[in-house]
């Protein structure tokens, strides 16, 4: 079982930065893919951001490229968005998860974190 906890969010004028962060439970967390979701009020949840076990590989969704970096620090089993140049749109509950490996989805989830950006 996988326990994921995230910390970090909260109102930041547009513009502006925040970092969002999550803590895992398993020993094996260098074994799990990692991702970032977000889910604003009406819509659907959607994905962010996802890295690659040892952090190599990064991918985005469009609307953040440029403006979001995923990381992860396997010894402290954390995994990180960093969000910079944030904007209204950006304004959802953030989610971290975890799968074991890209040919499923993700399995574990967080209970979220809200971020809000002010205009």
């Known amino acids: 079982q996988v326990q994921l906890v995230e910390s970090g969010g909260g109102l930041v004028q547009a513009g502006g930065s925040l970092r969002v962060s999550c803590a895992a439970s398993p020993r094996t967390f260098s074994s799990y893919y990692m991702g970032w979701f977000r889910q604003a009020p009406g819509k659907e949840r959607e994905f962010v951001a996802g890295?690659?076990?040892?952090?190599?590989?990064?991918d985005y969704t469009d609307s953040v490229k440029g403006r979001f970096t995923i990381s992860r620090d396997n010894a402290k089993k954390t995994v990180s968005l960093q969000m910079n140049s944030l904007k209204s749109e950006d304004t959802a509950v953030y989610y971290c998860?975890?799968?074991?490996?890209?040919?499923?989805?993700?399995?574990?989830w967080g209970q979220g974190t809200q971020v809000t950006v002010s205009s």
């Open positions: 890295i690659s076990w040892t952090g190599g590989t990064t």
């Open positions: 998860a975890a799968r074991s490996n890209v040919r499923v989805e993700y399995e574990f």
